[in-house]
């Protein structure tokens, strides 16, 4: 799992490659964590569109980040899920923390 970090004026997205696992999460979680206290967005975008698998700790990132951007009064969208992680985000209630959206079909 690797991240990619892009800064705009209020927002930072960060572009997800790979698997998510417990592991991985961690690893991102800690750069992902000191970007948004450095920054202090208003919104931190999550694209998943290169994540090939992702477990129970996908939605922990998810959850964490969410509380990441309360403390700094941002708010989070998470983008281009696999229509099986769009599904299980939902079933986790997701969508009443974070804006999810599904990846286009082509």
């Known amino acids: 799992m690797s991240a990619r970090i892009e800064y705009g004026k209020k927002e930072i997205r960060v572009y997800l490659d790979g698997e998510i696992d417990h ?6 979680r800690v750069s992902v964590d000191e970007a948004i206290m450095r920054k ?8 998943f ?11 922990g990132f998810v959850m964490g980040r969410y509380k ?8 989070i969208r998470v983008e281009n899920l696999s229509p099986s992680a769009y599904k299980v985000m939902k079933l986790a209630g997701l969508e009443r923390l974070a804006e999810i959206k599904q ?3 082509v």
């Open 23 to 28: 592991h991985s999460a961690c690893l991102i």
């Open 40 to 47: 202090r967005p208003s919104l931190l975008v999550l694209d």
């Open 49 to 59: 569109s290169k994540v090939t698998f992702m477990d129970s700790s996908g939605i």
């Open 68 to 75: 990441a951007m309360k403390n700094v009064s941002g708010r």
């Open 103 to 105: 990846r286009e079909v």
